[in-house]
Every structure is written in structure tokens, then in C-alpha cells.
């Protein structure tokens, strides 16, 4: 199970990295604003995923880094999944990514809690 979990942190850990980069660099600016948030919220959602895609991977070594990670990118996934929902043209399937992000990063998290690597 435990390489499991590492693949699957590496997975995430990039993946967050990439796309915090990519909205911090302004090419998400229109979905924001679709959705009526004011450009602040691309900064920090950009940052959000920036540094919770770095702890992620940081967390292979260090089990605590990984759990706060996914504290932090599972609340991202689930604001971000209800604000498609309740928000978005076409809610359930533009929302689906940030549910199956925000599932794993769950089980990242349960893992964490149940086997007391903290």
C-alpha cells in the first residue's frame, strides 16, 4: 500500500505544481472570472496548489508534510468542485476533476491518519 500512496503523492505533487504554475501565471484569469471571482483569487489558489504540490513531494520523506498537503489541496479541490457546481454552465462535468483530485488527496490524507506516520 505504501508505494501506492508514494506514486500516488508524486502524481499529485506534480501535477499541482504544474497547474499552481499555470494559474499563477494568468492563463486560468477567464475561468475566475467566469465563476466571479475577483483576480486576488487566482494568486491565491495559484499559491495554494504551488506550495501544496511542493509539500506533497516533500512529504515522500517527511509523512507530516504530505498530510498538511492534503488538508490544504483537498479543501482547494472541494471549494473548487462546489464553486463549478453552484456556478459553472455545466456543472457535474466540468466540476468531476476537482472531485476525483480532491478523493485522492483524501485518501492521501486517511492514509496518513490511520497509519500514525505523522
Known sequence: MEIIIIILQIILGIFFIMTGSKILSGAMKADFSRLGYPPIFNQITGTFELLGGL????????????????????????????????????????????????ILNLIIFIYYVSSGLL
Open 55 to 102: 509539500a506533497m513531494l516533500i512529504g515522500i520523506f517527511y509523512g507530516m508534510f504530505a498530510f498538511l498537503a492534503s488538508i490544504l489541496l483537498g479543501a482547494t479541490m472541494l471549494v473548487g468542485a462546489l464553486s463549478l457546481v453552484f456556478l459553472g454552465n455545466d456543472p457535474i462535468k466540468k466540476a468531476m476533476p476537482a472531485i476525483v483530485l480532491f
